[in-house]
């Protein structure tokens, strides 16, 4: 039995789940039969030519020092662009002089002033338009969290240096975690979507017998 695509298809005797496809390069494997028609011929659909081959490219990844430097770096632009836009937004809502503190300086963070409120409002707003960032540049569910932490771990250093000592206020590391979180699953969640939107599956029978 022959597949559309090429693949051929053969039935196992007295394995009634289990059928063998071998492809055009005589490749052995084992699937099993997604597809049954009556009578005495049993006729197994193997998936397409299409989908096995995008099964075992799909995932590959080759290490590529430069593209991931890159990939690092646009992230940290798009992490202090898209920060730095908020805080813009959220200042002129309440008519405060934009600063660098706001930025690098743990103090300014907290509850009890309106900046500070406005200063966490707009670092929680930036880790959804980081995810964004995720989404559209890195592509890949599995390495959200890596460059969600790279992105806040350059973040730490910038506030070390500026101030020059680690940040030691809960309300920062706080709000640090959350955005993480915030911007790692949210990013996985949209590049995840999208990978499962980009692999063809065809659910109607191509066999012939």
Excluded at 54 to 66: E, K, L, N, T
Excluded at 144 to 156: A, E, I
Excluded at 201 to 206: C, D, G, M, R, Y
């Amino acid at each position: 039995m022959a597949d559309q695509t090429g693949w051929l298809c053969k039935y196992l005797p007295g394995r009634s789940n289990d059928a063998v496809f071998y492809s055009n390069n005589g490749k052995k494997s084992r699937v099993r039969p997604v597809k049954i028609t009556g009578g005495k011929s049993l006729v197994y659909r193997c998936r397409s030519l299409r989908v096995l081959r995008m099964a075992g490219q799909f995932r590959s990844y080759i290490w590529d020092p430069v593209l991931i430097v890159s990939q690092i770096a646009l992230m940290q632009c798009i992490y202090y662009s898209s920060l730095g836009l908020w805080l813009g937004a959220l200042d002129l809502m309440i008519h405060y002089s934009p600063s660098l503190d706001q930025i690098f300086n743990y103090e300014i963070l907290g509850f009890s002033s309106v900046h500070g409120r406005a200063s966490m409002m707009a670092f929680i707003l930036n880790s959804l338009t980081c995810a964004l960032g995720l989404l559209y540049f890195i592509r890949r569910g599995k390495q959200c969290l890596d460059f969600t932490v790279t992105v806040h771990m350059f973040h730490l250093f910038g506030c070390w240096i500026y101030i020059s000592h680690l940040p030691s206020t809960f309300t920062w590391w706080l709000l640090n975690i959350v955005c993480i979180a915030l911007m790692a699953v949210i990013g996985e969640y949209l590049c995840v979507r999208t990978e499962l939107n980009e692999i063809p599956l065809n659910s109607a029978p191509k066999s012939n017998v």
